[in-house]
C-alpha cells in the first residue's frame, strides 16, 4: 500500500528542500558511468517534482548543481550542462500539464550560454503556474547568495536608498534568491552523507533533516512520503518547551 493515504494533508511542509546525492556511485555501482548516473536522476527528479505538487508542497527546492561542482573534470560538468538543457526543453510540456512553475536559484549568469537561455526561456513558458514553484538551484551555494546579498544591501546604504537602522532579517530574507518563499521546512539528502555541503545555509535555521541512504536515481514518491511521514511525527518547538507547545 502506498504510503501517500498516511500523509497528514493539513500538517504538509510548504517547502521542501532536496540535496539529490549519489548519482555517480549509482551509475559505478553498475559498472557506468557517472555521466549515466545524472541521466537516471533525472526520472528521479520528474517523480520527486509530480508527487510533491500533487500532494500539495507550495515550494520545493532542488539542488542540481553547487558552485563547488565547477571544480569537476570538464567532460562531467559538460554532460550535466548538456543534460540540463535537453531535460528542461523536453520536460516544459509536463510541467505545463502539471502546472508546475519553473524557478532557478543561484548565479544562473555562470551558466554556459544554450543552458541559461534554455533555463530563461522555460522559466517564462511556465511562469503563469500556480500549482507548485519547483526551483533548481543552479550553480547555487549559500555563502555566495549570502555574499550577494550583503553586496546589494551595502550598495542601498551607500546610494542612500536604505538606512542602515533598516537591515533585519526580513531585509535580509528579501535579498537572497529565496526571496519572497518560506523557509523549507523539511531538508532531505540522499546517498548516506551527513552534511548540507552549502546549501540554503540561512533558510534551514530551523528545517527538520531527513537523511536517506538510498541513492538519487532510485529515489522513489514513495521515500519522499516516507521522509514527509518523518517530518510530521517531529515535535517544532523553536527554542520553547514541549509544555509550551502544548498549552497554545
Ligand atoms: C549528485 O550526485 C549530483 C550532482 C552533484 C551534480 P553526485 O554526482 O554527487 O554523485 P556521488 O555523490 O559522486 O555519488
Ligand atoms: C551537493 O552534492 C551538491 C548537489 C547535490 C548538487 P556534492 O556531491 O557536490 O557534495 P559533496 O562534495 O559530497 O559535499
Ligand atoms: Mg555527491
Same mark, same amino acid.
Given at each position: 500500500?502506498? %504510503?501517500?493515504k498516511?500523509?497528514? %494533508? ?18 559505478q $555501482?553498475?559498472?557506468?558511468d557517472?555521466t549515466?548516473g ?17 500532494? &500539495? ?7 542540481a548543481?553547487?558552485? =563547488?561542482?565547477? #571544480?569537476r573534470?570538464?567532460s562531467?560538468v559538460?554532460?550535466?550542462? #548538456? ?5 528542461? =526543453? $523536453?520536460?516544459?510540456?509536463t ?5 508546475? +512553475?519553473?524557478n532557478?536559484?543561484? /548565479? ?10 534554455? %533555463?530563461? $526561456?522555460?522559466? !517564462?513558458?511556465?511562469?503563469?503556474? /500556480? ?7 543552479? #550553480? *547555487?551555494?549559500?555563502?555566495?547568495e549570502?555574499? !550577494? ?7 542601498k546604504?551607500n ?5 542602515? /537602522?533598516?537591515?533585519?532579517q526580513?531585509?535580509i530574507? /528579501?535579498?537572497?534568491?529565496?526571496? &519572497? ?7 532531505i539528502?540522499?546517498? &548516506? =552523507? *551527513?552534511?548540507?555541503?552549502?546549501f ?7 528545517a527538520e ?21 518523518? *517530518?510530521? +511525527?517531529? =515535535?517544532?518547538?523553536f527554542?520553547?518547551? #514541549?509544555?509550551q507547545? %502544548?498549552?497554545?
Open positions: 500500500m502506498s %504510503l501517500k498516511k500523509i497528514n %494533508l493539513k500538517q504538509l511542509p510548504k517547502h521542501i528542500a532536496i540535496i539529490m546525492d549519489g548519482n555517480g556511485r549509482w551509475a $555501482k553498475q559498472g557506468r557517472r549515466f545524472h541521466q537516471s536522476g533525472v526520472n528521479a527528479v520528474r517523480e520527486a517534482a509530480e508527487s510533491a505538487a500533487e500532494l &500539495g508542497i507550495e515550494y520545493l527546492t532542488l539542488y548543481f553547487s558552485t =563547488e561542482n565547477w #571544480s573534470p570538464k562531467e559538460d554532460a550535466l550542462m #548538456s543534460l540540463l538543457v535537453n531535460t528542461i =526543453e $523536453k520536460e516544459t510540456p510541467l505545463n500539464k502539471n502546472n508546475i +512553475c519553473l532557478a536559484i543561484g /548565479d544562473i549568469e555562470s551558466l554556459p550560454e544554450e543552458s541559461r537561455n534554455q %533555463l530563461l $526561456k522555460t522559466i !517564462e513558458n511556465t511562469s503563469e503556474n /500556480d500549482r507548485m514553484t519547483l526551483n533548481l538551484a543552479l #550553480s *547555487y551555494s549559500a555563502r555566495w549570502l555574499t !550577494e546579498a550583503v553586496k546589494l544591501i551595502v550598495n546604504v546610494n542612500g536608498i536604505l538606512n542602515i /537602522d533598516q537591515i533585519d526580513e531585509l530574507n /528579501d535579498h537572497l534568491n529565496t526571496a &519572497g518563499m518560506p523557509d523549507p521546512e523539511l531538508l539528502r540522499t546517498s &548516506g =552523507e *551527513y552534511r548540507i555541503s552549502n540554503l545555509l540561512w533558510q534551514i535555521a530551523y533533516f531527513y537523511f536517506t541512504d538510498t541513492l538519487w536515481p532510485d529515489f522513489t514518491r514513495e521515500d519522499l512520503y516516507k521522509a514527509i511521514l518523518n *517530518y510530521q +511525527c517531529r =515535535e517544532r518547538r527554542g520553547k518547551t #514541549s509544555e507547545l %502544548l498549552n497554545v
